[in-house]
Structure formats: C-alpha cells, structure tokens
C-alpha cells in the first residue's frame, strides 16, 4: 500500500497559539488527500477533503476558519488548527487515496491543548 | 446521514480461537474496507472489498463484502497476541472519494 507521513507526531501547545500539522505521501501523487479526527476511545471522524490546487471541502459542523488546510503539492497537505484550545486536543490523522478509492492513513498526530 | 452497525462492540478471546466481526448499514455502499488500529497509531488498511459478494483474504484474515452491498464482516483465523487491537470498518458510498463512513470499531484482546 501507500506510505503517508505525519509530522509532528505529537505536540503540545499553549491555548491560543496555532498549530501545523504536515500530511505527505511519500511514494505517490496525491491530487487528494483527507483530514481525520479522532477523540479518545471513539471512530475516526472526516474533517475535510484536501484538494491539492483548490479550496478545502469541510465536513458540516467543522470551522474553515478554524481549521486551515493548504494542499500546495501533489504530496503535501497541512492543517493548521488556529487559535487551538483544550477542546480541540485529539488525534488528527490525514490518509491520501489510493487508486481504487482506499485510503492510506498517516500515523497520526496527538494534539494536546493545554 | 449513512451510518455502519458494527458489531461485537468489544472481544475477549483465547490465542488460536477464531474471530468474527462484522458491519451493517442501512445504506448501499460500493466499497468496504477493514483497518487495524494500535494504541496511538493511525489505521492500517487490512483488507479493501470492492464488488458485491467478492471474497477476500490476507494471511489469517478473510473478509467479504455483502451480496446487498449493505454489510460485511471480517474473520480471523487462530488468533495471536499480536492481533489485539481495534478493528474499523468503513463503507465509501457513491459521488465524492473521500466520503468514508467509519463504524464504532471492534477491540479485540486476545488471551495467551
């Protein structure tokens, strides 16, 4: 399958300050990519499709302004989680499509929000 | 909105015993696929069904996609320590890519 990577696996913030979350897709083209989350003890919940050249489409309920997503590359994809506070701590995860419609995921970011 | 059944919530089981879990939904769906989950890591893809009643396996694990396209279910064979973890079904439904459906997932322990 796809290899996609996170960077940082894990951060710690301040409330308020923003964050960057890196999604690549280390051996194939992505022209579209997805942002997870995750609460603790609960299923993975779609955030947003990444369109590498366009405008993010965001899931009902999940803040554009709040949630910034940049798909500049056929292989990057970010999501800035601006202004985080304790409410926004989770586990955010990006998988990039494969070419029969499976998703391969990242290994995830666990966001703390102090 | 669509939605996945899935079912048992949680499994305790003994090494070699098989397992059997499986999915359901209201809704039509036109691809499945089945992830493992460790503790703190992102889902890893296991098995990706893609017709109805299609029959697929990956070592220990078997996994086959409803003739309804409503349900399918996921075995694994003469359990391991190492197949503890949480089991996820999802469903891609028809229009947009990324539109995967997740079920509540399944946590496996395994007893040795």
């Known amino acids: 399958g796809a290899v996609v990577s996170q960077h940082p696996s894990r951060v710690i913030c301040k409330s308020g300050t923003s964050v960057k979350i890196e999604c690549r897709s280390l051996?194939?083209?992505?022209?579209?990519m997805f942002w997870y989350r995750q609460f603790p003890k609960q299923s993975l919940m779609l955030m947003a499709t990444?369109?590498?050249?366009?405008?993010?489409?965001?899931e009902q309920g999940v803040e554009k302004d709040k949630f910034l997503i940049n798909h500049a590359s056929l292989t990057l994809s970010t999501l800035t989680v601006t202004s985080a506070h304790p409410e926004d701590s989770s586990f955010y995860i990006c998988?990039?499509?494969?070419?029969?419609?499976?998703?391969?995921f990242g290994p995830g970011t666990r966001l703390t929000v102090l | 909105g669509q939605q996945l059944n899935q079912s048992p919530q949680s499994m305790f089981i003994q090494e070699g015993e098989d397992v059997s879990m499986n999915c359901t939904s209201s809704?039509?769906?036109?691809?499945w696929l089945w992830y493992k989950q460790d503790p703190g890591e992102g889902p890893v893809l296991l098995i990706a069904?893609?017709?109805?009643?299609e029959l697929t396996s990956n070592g220990r694990l078997t996994a086959q996609f409803g003739i309804t396209r409503k349900d399918s279910f996921l075995n694994i064979s003469a359990s391991i320590p190492s197949d503890v973890g949480i089991y996820f079904c999802?469903?891609?439904?028809?229009?947009?890519?990324?539109?995967?459906?997740f079920g509540k997932g399944t946590k496996l322990s395994v007893k040795p």
């Open positions: 998988t990039a499509g494969g070419r029969r419609n499976e998703q391969f």
């Open positions: 051996d194939f083209q992505a022209t579209t």
């Open positions: 990444s369109n590498e050249g366009s405008k993010a489409t965001y």
């Open positions: 809704s039509i769906f036109n691809t």
């Open positions: 069904l893609y017709k109805a009643g």
């Open positions: 999802a469903g891609l439904g028809g229009g947009s890519q990324g539109n995967l459906i």
